[in-house]
């Protein structure tokens, strides 16, 4: 069967092996786990051929360098809500910018939050009901002191979706 294949390896294939902090046997693992985070130690040792120990042992090690944060469902966003997405940039007066992110940071409609080089400050990726719902937050949550634009693009369509939110 074979390890499983995912974007690691490609995006990580161009990288010289010694600088990597993580080896070959490490990053089938990890797209191992991309790819079914329930799968137990001793599915994975099957499918690698290794040891259950070994697949054990690396998980930890990975773990313990903060290379696996953590373990999560990949919620489909789209199959539970008619969501709107938005990436809404915003050009910040330069001393306000951490009280402007730190306040934008606690948003429930927030997905990401980005600092940005360019034309604008920070980038917000985020998800709405409602184009109501997003007019109602560019009206009233960005209108707070720092804030000297914004520009809102809608996103129509995915070509590559985000496979964290299905959108």
């Given at each position: 069967?074979?390890?499983?294949?995912?974007?690691?390896?490609?995006?990580?294939?161009?990288?010289?092996k010694?600088?990597?902090?993580?080896?070959?046997?490490?990053?089938?693992?990890l797209?191992?786990l991309?790819?079914?985070?329930?799968?137990?130690?001793?599915?994975?040792?099957?499918?690698?051929g290794?040891?259950?120990?070994t697949?054990?042992?690396?998980i930890?090690?990975?773990?313990?360098?903060?290379?696996?944060?953590?373990?999560?469902?990949l919620?489909?966003?789209?199959?539970?809500?008619n969501?709107?997405?938005?990436?809404?940039?915003?050009?910040?007066?330069?001393?306000?910018?951490?009280?402007?992110?730190?306040?934008?940071?606690?948003?429930?409609?927030?997905?990401?939050l980005?600092?940005?080089?360019?034309?604008?400050?920070?980038?917000?990726?985020?998800?709405?009901?409602?184009?109501q719902?997003?007019?109602?937050?560019?009206?009233?949550?960005?209108?707070?002191?720092?804030?000297?634009?914004?520009?809102?693009?809608?996103?129509?369509?995915a070509?590559?979706?985000?496979?964290?939110?299905?959108?």
């Amino acid at each position: 069967m074979g390890p499983p294949k995912c974007s690691l390896i490609e995006r990580w294939k161009q990288l010289d092996k010694t600088l990597r902090p993580v080896d070959d046997l490490d990053l089938a693992i990890l797209c191992a786990l991309r790819e079914n985070a329930r799968i137990s130690n001793l599915e994975l040792a099957k499918l690698l051929g290794i040891s259950e120990a070994t697949v054990r042992r690396r998980i930890k090690i990975m773990e313990e360098k903060g290379i696996i944060r953590g373990y999560a469902a990949l919620v489909n966003c789209y199959g539970v809500e008619n969501s709107v997405k938005a990436f809404i940039y915003l050009k910040v007066d330069r001393k306000h910018i951490d009280d402007v992110a730190n306040t934008l940071k606690k948003e429930n409609r927030l997905i990401t939050l980005y600092r940005i080089l360019g034309d604008y400050d920070l980038l917000c990726e985020c998800l709405f009901l409602s184009m109501q719902e997003l007019q109602d937050f560019v009206d009233n949550k960005l209108s707070m002191e720092g804030i000297i634009s914004s520009v809102t693009h809608v996103v129509a369509s995915a070509y590559k979706p985000c496979e964290w939110v299905g959108l």
